[in-house]
């Protein structure tokens, strides 16, 4: 048996960019002969990560894990949508959640050898295409997935911990799912922004008698901070209450938080 050392192992996985386990394997079974040894590993399709590599992946699912204090989620991204229905697909997200959650960096020499080994499974280029990390502290975390995964939703919040609290907080992810703010309160919208929307509302009402041109644009800007704003909008499961009204109730404050639906910006 010819000794199989770390630089024949590393030499094939550079010819075939499949995992270190997979190459010293196939050079084993090869009796340490590169050629024979990718011809093994193509066989076996482990090498079509590399081919896959370059296609688009729109479609996906978004998944979420929180444990131990840490909460992550996370956008998956496959090519069909027929795989990302499929169960082997989803357990195998739940999975890397599991391991993002558990510490692993997403660029950790174990998650990519994970991912480059689905690619070889399913047939398809898949990305791990982002990835928020929260980590509760004194304060709690929940999350929300909606629409089998097209939508997904972590939250961070400080407030005493209780069911009463988990369940509104469940309820405020839900809401995020369904309205996507784009700031907690009116105090984190950019001025840069506040400052262009006046600009834009002003041009639309150019003309008007200045007291006038006033009362709108201010009523656009608020209109900005109701819309856009989570603790100004109004309660998807009770519209004559706001968010902001629904968490003091609760004794809760959001301090962060991330919405991802699949394939957004691509």
């Known amino acids: 048996m010819a000794e199989i050392t770390a630089k024949l192992v590393s030499t094939l996985r550079e ?3 499949a995992g270190m386990m997979e190459c010293k394997a196939a050079l084993k079974e090869a009796d340490g002969d590169l050629d024979k040894a990718e011809t093994i590993l193509r066989k076996k399709g482990i090498t079509k990560a590399e081919k896959k590599a370059d296609r688009q992946t729109k479609e996906g ?3 979420s894990q929180i444990s131990g204090g840490t909460g992550v989620l ?17 357990a195998f997200v739940a999975e890397l959640c599991g391991k993002l959650a558990g510490g ?3 660029d950790s020499s174990e998650i990519v050898e994970l991912i480059k080994g689905k690619i070889a499974e399913m047939g398809e280029n898949i990305v791990l ?9 004194s304060g709690q975390l929940q999350s929300y997935i909606h629409l089998g995964g097209r939508v997904g939703v972590l939250v961070s919040a400080e407030g005493a911990a209780s069911p009463e609290a988990a369940t509104t907080l469940r309820d405020v992810c839900m809401h995020i799912a369904a309205s996507s703010p784009k700031f907690i309160q009116r105090q984190d919208v950019p001025q840069s922004l506040i400052d262009r929307e006046r600009e834009i509302a002003a041009e639309q009402v150019k003309g008007k008698p200045a007291e006038i041109v006033d009362k709108i644009v ?6 900005i901070f109701a819309e856009q704003c989570l603790v100004g909008q109004a309660f998807i499961k009770n519209p004559d209450q706001s968010v902001g009204d629904l968490l003091k109730a609760a004794n809760l404050s ?8 699949v394939g957004e910006e691509i």
């Open 218 to 223: 201010n009523g656009k800007i608020e209109k």
């Open 104 to 106: 692993l960096a997403a």
């Open 74 to 90: 996370a956008e998956v991204n496959c090519e069909t949508d027929f795989v990302a229905k499929n169960e082997n697909f989803k």
């Open 254 to 261: 959001v301090t962060r938080f991330v919405r991802y639906a």
């Open 15 to 17: 010819k075939t960019n």
């Open 129 to 137: 295409r982002r990835l928020e990390v929260f980590q509760a502290g």
């Open 61 to 63: 699912v978004v998944a």
